[in-house]
């Protein structure tokens, strides 16, 4: 049972390229969610989904894009990558109580 | 801001010493749950207590929850080092199935 899976865990773009962030979970949950990790600032939520086909905006949402076609992927997309979107990126899911979480993927945007 | 404060934003104490940090949120809330995040790790969620709930224990933890004066307190009695870490609350929305969190209180426990 793998729980909540992110890939990549590292990566480094350069301004104004693209990238697909991919979260998967293999515990059936109905909510995902998508959140960046800054020094001081606590996790801070982009975006969330309440089921396949749905998204949501969460705290800090532009510049990137979510979309759920399988209950069980969750990806978050940058479209045209900026250094203030360099972060720890952390997924998680969950069915009504906790979440569980990724390991993670440390972007830098240089 | 949608995230809650947390405070302190770090403490250091001695092993065997409870420690206790505070969370405070900002809307009506469905529950508030405690996280724990080991250095360059995913959170591990530790407690979830209900907005009809007042107080909850687990083991060496203990929260409460004071809906009136939108606060939580998360305290861990016994401190090890192993407990060293930063501690996270977290709200889900009344009426939303997000969950947003606090900016954190980063735990030391000196052997």
């Known amino acids: 049972n793998a729980g909540v899976t992110q890939t990549p865990k590292f990566r480094v773009l350069k301004t104004g390229q693209s990238m697909t962030l991919l979260c998967a979970q293999d515990m059936n949950h109905e909510y995902m969610y998508w959140y960046r990790q800054d020094p001081g600032m606590g996790l801070r939520l982009i975006h969330y989904?309440?089921?396949?086909?749905?998204?949501a905006k969460g705290e800090v949402p532009d510049g990137y894009n979510v979309s759920r076609l399988k209950k069980q992927n969750f990806l978050l997309g940058l479209e045209s990558a900026a250094p203030s979107q360099t972060s720890v990126y952390f997924c998680?899911?969950?069915?009504?109580?906790?979440?569980?979480f990724g390991q993670g993927t440390r972007l830098t945007v240089v | 801001s949608q995230q809650g404060e947390e405070d302190p934003q770090a403490l250091s104490i001695q092993e065997g010493e409870n420690a206790t940090m505070n969370c405070s949120y900002k809307?009506?809330?469905?529950?508030l749950q405690w996280y724990r995040q080991n250095s360059g790790r995913g959170l591990v969620h530790l407690i979830l207590i209900r907005s009809n709930e007042r107080e909850k224990h687990s083991g060496r933890l203990r929260v409460t929850l004071d809906t009136s004066k939108k606060s939580s307190s998360l305290l861990i009695t016994a401190s090890r080092a192993a407990d060293t870490a930063s501690y996270f609350c977290a709200t889900e929305q009344t009426g939303a199935n997000n969950l947003f969190f606090g900016t954190g209180t980063r735990l030391t426990v000196i052997p």
């Open positions: 809307t009506s809330i469905n529950n």
């Open positions: 998680a899911s969950s069915q009504y109580t906790e979440a569980f």
């Open positions: 989904s309440v089921g396949e086909g749905t998204t």
